[in-house]
């Protein structure tokens, strides 16, 4: 194991002098160290050069393993720690934004029901882009995210849980002055809007709506990842809307106060699906997943 952390030290730092003052040795340990992997392998795993050391072609494959089999480590150190404390594993689950935050709840209380023992889990947010390889190097062990055509998924899995349909959201008040004329791009433009983060999927197909009808996008005046916020400041605010998914519209109609506008509209958003890696899962991945699934089906069989 120090063998593996060492070559993602030399990764990182593309010094064996910078990477001998980082873990406190001495540089030729680290150098016969590096010969002692490099002899095992049977072929260099860095090319040096002036600039410094980078990985070879054989290197990058084992750098990717050695990432994967220290975070299963340190896993198997947190799943000791949850046994000792009466927990049954840890699980760490990768979210995006704009996900239902009640839905994931229940998944999350069905699976513990199912389980002889209680789990340690932690929620990861980020994108789907940022998620996936986290996941691919056993930094996650399961990720919710959007199976888009730019998603990476080799030596991943995918169950497409879900699609989300639009919604815009405003404030009571102007939602009921929207609700009384027909929906126009050209006035809704006019508007503020709160919106998520620029190159996401969500805020592309938002753009799309708008030029499709002839209308260039607005700029938002706030920018958020997090709905509940875009929630709050829409409520307090007369002249602002957003787009979002029907679900997380719902939600903050309860925990914003926002009002949901009339207004219907399509778009080809990528679905909500289910990454996991390929190969064996653990009891407690697959008592997750099926929940989630199930969860998911009474949700659309409930909006049909």
């Keep these: 194991m120090r063998h593996l952390v060492l070559l993602l030290q030399i990764r990182q730092h593309g ?45 990058n494959v084992v750098l990717a393993r050695a990432q994967a089999m ?68 056993h930094t996650l062990d399961l990720v919710i995210g959007r199976a888009s055509s730019t998603a990476e998924v080799s030596q ?18 102007l939602a009921a002055r929207l609700g009384r004329s027909k929906s126009s791009w050209q006035k809704l433009a006019e508007l503020e809007w709160i919106l998520g983060a620029p190159n996401t999927p969500m805020r592309e197909q938002i753009s799309d709506l708008f030029l499709h009808a002839g209308v260039p996008p607005p700029v938002p005046i706030m920018e958020s990842y997090t709905s509940r916020l875009i929630g709050e400041m829409i409520a307090t605010n007369e002249n602002a809307v957003s787009i979002v998914p029907a679900d997380i519209a719902e939600e903050l109609v309860h925990i914003a106060g926002v009002a949901i506008v009339p ?39 409930g909006r049909r």
């Design 15 to 59: 010094s064996l002098t910078r990477v001998a003052e980082h873990m406190a040795t001495s540089q030729p340990a680290v150098t016969n160290a590096l010969a002692e992997m490099e002899s095992l392998f049977g072929a260099p795993l860095f090319d040096r050069s002036p600039r410094g050391m980078t990985p070879t072609a054989l290197g």
């Design 70 to 137: 220290l975070h299963d480590l340190d896993h198997l150190a947190r799943d000791i720690e949850a046994v000792h404390a009466g927990h049954a594993t840890r699980m760490h689950v990768g979210v995006i934004p704009f996900i239902s935050g009640r839905t994931l709840a229940a998944a999350i209380r069905l699976a513990q029901s199912r389980l002889p023992q209680r789990v340690t889990m932690t929620i990861h947010e980020g994108t789907t882009d940022t998620l996936l390889p986290l996941l691919r190097d």
């Design 156 to 173: 991943l899995r995918f169950d497409v849980l879900y699609q989300q349909t639009p919604r815009l959201i405003a404030s009571r008040r």
């Design 263 to 301: 207004y219907t509209f399509d778009w080809t958003l990528p679905p909500i699906a289910l990454f996991t890696r390929a190969g064996v899962q653990r009891e407690v991945d697959t008592v997750f997943g099926q929940a989630l699934r199930e969860l998911y089906l009474e949700v659309e069989a």
